[in-house]
């Protein structure tokens, strides 16, 4: 290369250097303010806490216990940290849901994600646990739904689906995408 094109290349780099180089810190904290306003600030944040929703019967429909609650108002939703909810179904708790990020609408829908446990505290249902990394739970109607892979477990079978749609009231379960059934053997003794 010659003398005019190290000096074009020179030219350029130092063009390209000016452009995109910030002059001032102005410009970078009006950027810091904008990505700010991006992320709601949450109206309270509460540690270790319970709470307790009610039905307008007056019947408790569920509790909470998380290790990190944040309210977004604006948002109109709750977000916890490893939560554990207890679902009440005609004044019983049939059901115990524990995950690592919950999501609880106004309109009393759950969203969990992340390590999903739903146990039922009933040791003679059919389905005694159901395993996932993302459910949505209806408060209102008692319905469940996921998309993902979901393992549902009992005394002696174990079932994975892509997905199901559930009802918890009357307790019927509908797999979208079954993959595999197993049944545990039968022992002789038990014969």
């Known amino acids: 290369m010659n003398r005019v094109g190290y000096s074009i290349l020179l030219l350029f780099t130092c063009i390209a250097g000016l452009y995109f180089y ?3 810190d102005a410009s970078q904290q ?3 303010v904008e990505r700010s306003q991006i992320f709601e600030t949450p109206t309270y944040r ?3 806490l319970t709470s307790q929703r009610y039905a307008p019967d007056g ?8 290790k990190v609650m944040e309210q977004y108002d604006n948002l109109g939703f709750m977000v916890f940290e490893f939560p554990r909810y207890t679902i009440y179904l005609n004044a019983v708790s049939p059901y115990i849901v524990t995950a690592d990020v919950g999501t609880l609408f106004s309109n009393n829908v759950i969203r969990l994600e992340k390590n999903i446990r739903i146990t039922s505290l009933n040791k003679t249902d059919f389905i005694q646990q159901i395993s996932t990394e993302f459910i949505e739970i209806d408060l209102t109607t008692n319905t469940m739904f996921s998309d993902k892979e979901v393992l549902m477990t009992g005394a002696e079978f174990s079932m994975l689906s892509h997905g199901f749609n559930a009802n918890m009231q009357t307790k019927t379960f509908n797999l979208t995408g079954h993959v595999k059934t197993e049944f545990a053997a039968k022992t002789a003794a038990s014969l």
Do not use: R, W
């Open 22 to 24: 910030p002059f001032d």
């Open 30 to 32: 009006g950027s810091s």
């Open 46 to 48: 509460a540690e270790n």
């Open 59 to 66: 019947t408790l429909s569920h509790k909470v216990f998380a």
